[in-house]
């Protein structure tokens, strides 16, 4: 089963920045992790066994993006300047 991304982004685009927003605390990071998701779904060739899988999938992606977005030297660095 593979949808289209427009239909994707039309259904999950706000679960997705929610989600990513939760762990990035910030709107413009978020919107960058949704954006990847779905670049990264675009490039993928994998066919997935269900609308369950495809959403699973997405979300998976957005949040470990979200994670990696915070261990960034720029973010570790930028939350040290506001901690003082």
């Known amino acids: 089963m593979r949808r289209p991304v427009q239909e994707l982004f039309g259904d999950y685009q706000n679960n997705l920045y929610a ?3 939760n762990v990035c605390k910030n709107a413009e990071d978020a919107k960058d992790v949704v954006q990847d998701t ?14 369950q899988h495809i959403r699973a ?5 957005a949040i ?18 506001y901690d003082d």
């Open 64 to 81: 470990n993006r979200a994670k990696n977005m915070n261990r960034t030297f720029w973010r570790r660095r930028q939350n040290a300047i």
């Open 38 to 51: 779905f670049i990264q779904y675009y490039s993928l060739k994998k066919d997935f066994d269900s609308e």
């Open 57 to 61: 999938w997405l979300f998976r992606v």
């Open 19 to 21: 989600a990513a927003f």
